[in-house]
Each structure stands twice: as structure tokens, then as C-alpha cells.
């Protein structure tokens, strides 16, 4: 097959679509991790931002039991009663925040989801003991309010809560309020701590996907530079090639054609490629071979009609009355006619 033009032009265009396919393969390839790079880059913001917005509602928890807190030591009853309910709405709006947390942290970010809320549970708890113990030491019946059904309970919910009752559950409100003057026994601070962390861890694994998107996002410009540089030399390479193998036979074929219209009818050609261009270079020295018979015949004949007319002119000046002269030429004439026949007949 590669021995003909049809089929080196069909290898070399194949040759290039398996070469351009395969700079799109990677291509895509690239484009592939770079579009996951950017899903999870996505993903990390958005989680990132239900880190953050927890913050703000456990402030306005804090500030709604602290209030309420106070109101009790003012003997406030009822409006202590409403400060405790005003707390459920930011309680479940963090425990939706930390059910979110849960379900799309992913390795390390997950299990400091999950350690963070646990210890928010607790903190939650300790503030809930704190008001109601408050409020049972001035002979003030303080009602939880329900948390239901808004609120997501889970393991974490369950376990912070009990640790926190088996913890503070006994102690009295003096002990209960000492807990919040250091930082180290402070449920609010530890639990602080760990939503600091939480917001510190995300920032690094979003740093790195950052840094791996840039990455990527290199390697695939450098796939689409040097891959469509390669492609471009492979393409002229070949290109190249096929152009050389058929350009060289077809110098050969010109200079022997020049040299055959020269007269030189001898002249061979060498290396004949097996190739469309080769058969054409056969037939030109087919034809040369043929040329040069031909010529040696009509060389034949014109010497023969050489003879012919000194034996006609012969004849005529012995012309016998028997009439033997006028066959002579006659005879001879037929001679001549003949082989001129042949020569145009190319036999």
C-alpha cells in the first residue's frame, strides 16, 4: 500500500488524524481535571460559607440566653420565659448549618465538622442548664422550649447534650457562672476554638485546590502549546516526506524526458520507485525503446530506397525491349512500399 502516492497520502493523513486525536484526548484530559479542580474549588467555597454562618447565629443564641439570664435576676419571669423561646430560632438555624457541614465535608473537614458540632452541642446545653439553674435557685419555673421540628438531631446533637449534662448537670449556678471566667473550663470557648479550626482547616484544603487548579490549569496550557507544536512538525514532517517521495521520481522522469526529446534514446533511468510515477517512467522508456527501432527501420528503409533508385535509374538507362527492366522496377518498387508500410505501422 505505501508503495503507491494513493496510499503514502492515505497513511500520512492518517497518520495526522491519529495524532490530532490524540492532542484532543489529552486535551480533554485536562480540561477534564481541571473542570473537577474547579467543582470542588466550588464546593470548598460553599462550604466554607456554612463554616462562617454559624458564627453569627451562635452569637445571637449566646446574647438571647445571656438575656435571658439577666431578666431571671431581675425577676423578670415572663420576659425571661420569652428571651429562652427567642433562642430556638438561631439554635436550628445551627444545627441545619452543622447538618449541612456533615453531609458534604469530605476527610479531615468532615471529622472537624463533626468534633465541632459536638462540642457546640454541649456549649448549647451548658447555657440551657445555666438559665434553667438560675431560674430553679430563685423558685422560678423556666420552660424549654421545644427545639422540633426544625432542629437536626443526630449522634453529635445527642452525645454533645449528654456530655454537657453529665458535666454541669450537678453544679449550682455560682459554679455553673465561674466555668465562664477561664477560657480553658468555658464550654463557649472551646467550642469556639473548634469552629476557628474548622474555618482554618478550609482555608488550607481551598489554598491547595487552588494551588492544583493554577496546576492544572498550567499543564493544560502547556498540552495545548507544546502538543500543538508537535502535531505542527509531525505534520510537516510528513508532510515533507511524502512530498519528497513523490517530487524526486518526478525530477528523474523530467530529466529523462529532456534527454530522450535531446535524442539520446540510450538513456536509462535508475532507482524507478514501484509507484503510479514508476509505471510512468516505464512507459517513457517504453516508448524511447520503441523510438529507437523505429528509427533504425526508417534508417533501414531510407538506405534501402538509396539502392533502390540506383538500380531503378539502372534499369531505365538499360531499358531491355523484352520489357524485363520494367519488371525490375516494378518489383522493387513493391519492396519499397512495403517496408515504408511497415515502418508507419511500427512493426
Known amino acids: 500500500m505505501l508503495r503507491s502516492i494513493r496510499g503514502r497520502l492515505v497513511a500520512a493523513v492518517a497518520v495526522m488524524a491519529v495524532l490530532l ?26 462550604f466554607k460559607s456554612h463554616v462562617l454562618i454559624p458564627q ?27 428571651s429562652y423561646e427567642n433562642s430556638v430560632d438561631a ?14 465535608g469530605s476527610d479531615e473537614l468532615l471529622a472537624l465538622a463533626e468534633q465541632t458540632h459536638q462540642k457546640w452541642e454541649a456549649a448549647t446545653e451548658y447555657m440551657k442548664i445555666r438559665a434553667e439553674t438560675v431560674a430553679a435557685e430563685r423558685g422560678i419555673t423556666l420552660v424549654r422550649p421545644p427545639t422540633e421540628p426544625l432542629k437536626v438531631e443526630d449522634e453529635h446533637t445527642a452525645a454533645g ?10 453544679m449550682n449556678a455560682a459554679e455553673l457562672e465561674a466555668l465562664m471566667e477561664d477560657d480553658a473550663t468555658n464550654p463557649l ?11 482554618e482547616a478550609t482555608d488550607e484544603v481551598l489554598a491547595q485546590e487552588e494551588a492544583e487548579g493554577d496546576s492544572t490549569l498550567a499543564a493544560a496550557s502547556q498540552t495545548v502549546i507544546f502538543g500543538s ?23 528523474q522522469l523530467k530529466k529523462g524526458a529532456e534527454e530522450i526529446a535531446a535524442g539520446n534514446l ?56 523484352d520489357g524485363s527492366a520494367v519488371d525490375t522496377i516494378v518489383k522493387k518498387s513493391n519492396e519499397l512500399k512495403g517496408l515504408v508500410g511497415q515502418v508507419l505501422k511500427g512493426d
Open 229 to 251: 507544536a508537535g502535531v505542527l512538525v509531525a505534520i510537516l514532517a510528513i508532510g515533507a516526506l511524502v512530498t519528497t517521495s513523490v517530487s524526486r521520481p518526478l525530477g
Open 56 to 82: 453569627k447565629d451562635m452569637n445571637q443564641f449566646i446574647a438571647a440566653m445571656d438575656n435571658t439570664v439577666l431578666l431571671l435576676e431581675l425577676g423578670e419571669t415572663e420576659r425571661a420565659q420569652a
Open 266 to 321: 540510450d538513456y536509462k533511468f535508475d532507482n524507478v520507485p514501484a509507484d503510479e510515477v514508476g509505471v510512468v517512467v516505464q512507459t517513457v522508456e517504453t516508448m524511447s525503446i520503441s523510438l529507437k527501432s523505429r528509427i533504425r527501420t526508417l534508417e533501414e528503409v531510407a538506405g534501402l530506397v538509396v539502392i533502390t533508385s540506383e538500380e531503378i535509374r539502372a534499369a531505365a538507362e538499360t531499358l531491355q525491349p
Open 21 to 46: 486525536g490524540a492532542l484532543i484526548y489529552f486535551q480533554s484530559m485536562r480540561l477534564s481535571e481541571l473542570d473537577t479542580t474547579l467543582n470542588d474549588l466550588g464546593h470548598l467555597q460553599q
Open 189 to 199: 470557648e472551646i467550642a469556639d476554638v473548634d469552629v476557628d479550626a474548622l474555618e
Open 161 to 170: 447534650a449528654e456530655y454537657a449534662r453529665s458535666q454541669y448537670g450537678a
Open 91 to 104: 439554635e436550628q438555624d445551627i444545627s441545619a448549618e452543622f447538618a449541612f457541614l456533615e453531609e458534604n
